[in-house]
């Protein structure tokens, strides 16, 4: 079964910093992944993506204050956030494109 498993949602204070997992079972193709978030009552947005180009994108919303990364061998993709703000608060899945492969979502609460 192919699957992505988001883990390391918490709650945390303003300033704080979390850091996602999302770990794609064999046969998922992570090539490119793209990180998405949805607060309560909102639209699915954008966070982050990260390609075989060297190069992650972001959403201008998280510039400079989180960061996308890989570990092949683990193959598993990482987002990092620092400096979190109370409207990072969401639920934040990661997206296998190729397959469209999603994960289950992983909370993240920034309390004021």
């Known amino acids: 079964q192919v699957q992505l498993v988001e883990s390391g949602g918490d709650s945390v204070q303003a300033g704080g910093s979390l850091r996602l997992s999302c770990t794609a079972s064999?046969?998922?193709?992570?090539?490119?992944v793209n990180w998405h978030r949805q607060p309560l009552g909102k639209p699915r947005e954008f966070v982050a993506q990260i390609a075989a180009s060297p190069i992650p994108t972001y959403a201008d919303s998280v510039q400079g204050r989180f960061t996308v990364s890989r570990d092949s061998a683990k193959n598993t993709i990482y987002l990092q956030m620092n400096n979190l703000k109370p409207e990072d608060t969401a639920i934040y899945y990661c997206?296998?494109?190729?397959?469209?492969?999603w994960g289950q979502g992983t909370q993240v609460t920034v309390s004021s």
């Open positions: 997206h296998a494109m190729s397959g469209d492969v």
């Open positions: 064999a046969g998922v193709n992570v090539n490119v």
